[in-house]
């Protein structure tokens, strides 16, 4: 079975600070990995993906994230924090030729000035 | 691209009355998915349809919940009698097949409130 685990329900950063949200999941295979957005009152937004090749992939607005198969991680990183990127993000798991797609709790941004 | 539409955008009701929410998915999009959010559980699917067909409902919570899609262009999801603990925001989402190569799309959803 397949699930998906985010530490810390909320993150608070300032403003120019590194973004850090983690993601690790479990996997009897290979799986793809994806981070969704949640900006308020609005639906989710694909973020990235990791399916093959390239284990470090760039999303939009600066965002990436590094899959690492030896931790089981697929954490979430940008550099330099913007007002704009307080939302909530969701981790997520499928497993490859499976109709599935397995979220996280989602981990709440919070941007200081 | 007008993006998956959902109506209305809130609704409140009171308990024991029916709840119809609505989904306009993109067109040419052959999935359908409607979810539920809440803080206490998160995002859950609740089913998905494939060329209009219902693939998976093993995710709807029990009888009272139905979901029809009764041609590519429109599905609905029913809630028959309504309860408070079914307060929460649902998601209707679409896809070009279900694969990593398909991003999900979803809609800004519909948040019910049944008092």
């Known amino acids: 079975a397949q699930s998906v685990t985010q530490l810390g329900s909320h993150v608070s950063v300032s403003e120019g600070a590194l973004v850090l949200l983690r993601c690790n999941y479990s996997s009897s295979v290979p799986p793809y990995l994806f981070w969704y957005v949640q900006y308020p009152n609005q639906g989710l937004q694909l973020l990235l993906k990791y399916t093959t090749g390239a284990t470090l992939v760039k999303g939009i607005n600066g965002f990436e994230a590094e899959f690492k198969k030896s931790e089981t991680s697929f954490h979430l990183t940008k550099p330099s924090a913007h007002m704009s990127d307080a939302a909530e993000y969701f981790c997520a798991v499928s497993e490859p030729r499976a109709n599935n797609l397995f979220f996280g709790t989602g981990t709440r941004l919070t941007v200081i000035p | 691209d007008a993006g998956v539409i959902q109506s209305p955008r809130h609704e409140v009701t009171e308990m024991g009355q029916e709840v119809t929410l609505r989904c306009k998915p993109i067109?040419?999009?052959?999935?359908l998915f409607w979810y539920r959010q809440t803080m206490m559980r998160g995002l859950e699917l609740l089913i998905y349809?494939?060329?209009?067909?219902?693939?998976?409902d093993s995710g709807m919570p029990e009888d009272r919940f139905s979901a029809k899609m009764p041609n590519a262009s429109f599905s609905t999801l029913k809630i028959q009698p309504s309860e408070p603990r079914d307060s929460a925001v649902y998601f209707c989402?679409?896809?070009?097949?279900?694969?990593?190569?398909?991003?999900?799309?979803f809609g800004n959803g519909t948040r019910l409130t049944v008092t």
């Open positions: 349809f494939n060329n209009n067909v219902p693939i998976d």
């Open positions: 067109s040419g999009h052959d999935y």
């Open positions: 989402a679409s896809s070009v097949g279900f694969s990593a190569r398909s991003p999900l799309h």
